[in-house]
C-alpha cells in the first residue's frame, strides 16, 4: 500500500514548480499540507491528519535539500565548457548498409581537423549531429539512405562532467531544467561518461551558455 511519503514524492514529482519552491524554501509548508491532504487521503483509502502531512514533507523537503547540495557540489566541478557552431543533423532509417557507411564517412573525414561528428542508431533509425564542413561527404555518402530529417544552423554546448556523476541521480535533470525554464528548445542531446552535449538552435545559443554558465557559477 502506498504511504504518506511516497504520495508526496508523487504530487512533487508532478509539479515542477512545487519542487523549485521547496528547494527554495519559500512555500509554507503547513498550507501545502492543508491543500494536499486530501489527494493523500484519496490514495491511501483512510483518513489521515495534517500534522502526518506535514512531518512527512519536512523529511522531504529536507531529502530534497540534501540531493540538491550534492548534485550542485558535482556542477560546480565542471571546468571545461565548449561551444561548437555551424552543425547539421541527419537522421537516416535504419538499413543494413548504415554501418558501411558509417565507416565510410570516418575514414573520409580523417583527416578533416577540429571537426565535430557524432553517431547515434537507435532502434530503427540513426542520427549524425556533423559539422557543416564536412556535410558534401555525408550526403554522398549516404544518399542511397531514406533520409528521415536533415536540419541545419544548429551548435552545441559540451560540458566535461567529473566521473562521479553518473552515479548522482538528477544531474542531468539540473541542467536542463536551466534552459527549460528559460524557454530554451532543445533540439538534442549525446552523452558519453564523461561528457554531456546538448544540440540547440544556433539563435538561442548565447543565451543557452549565459543560463547554464550563470546557474553552474551559484
Known sequence: MITISEKIKEIVK????????????????SALARQIKPQIES????????????????????????????????????NDIIVR???NEYTFLNSESIFKNQRLLLH????????????TQGIFESTIIASSK??????????????????????AITMKLSPE???TPGVYYSILK??????????????????????????????????LMNSLAK
Do not use: C, P
Open 14 to 29: 508532478d509539479s515542477l514548480l512545487l519542487e523549485e519552491g521547496l528547494l527554495m524554501g519559500i512555500i509554507n509548508l
Open 85 to 87: 557552431s555551424n552543425l
Open 43 to 78: 490514495a491511501l483509502i483512510k483518513d489521515i491528519s495534517e500534522s502526518a502531512v506535514l512531518m512527512a514533507l519536512k523529511r522531504f523537503s529536507k531529502n530534497l535539500n540534501r540531493r540538491k547540495i550534492k548534485k550542485e557540489d558535482f556542477l560546480k566541478n565542471i
Open 108 to 119: 573520409a573525414v580523417e583527416g578533416v581537423k577540429d571537426k565535430f561528428l557524432t553517431f
Open 178 to 211: 536551466q534552459l527549460a525554464w528559460n524557454n530554451i528548445n532543445v533540439i538534442e542531446v549525446v552523452s558519453t561518461s564523461n561528457e554531456f552535449t546538448i544540440i540547440l538552435e544556433k539563435d538561442n545559443i548565447d543565451t543557452a551558455f549565459s543560463v
Open 165 to 167: 556523476i553518473l552515479h
Open 134 to 155: 564536412i556535410s558534401d561527404e555525408i550526403e554522398k555518402i549516404f544518399s542511397g539512405e531514406k533520409l528521415i530529417l536533415r536540419l541545419s544552423n544548429l551548435s
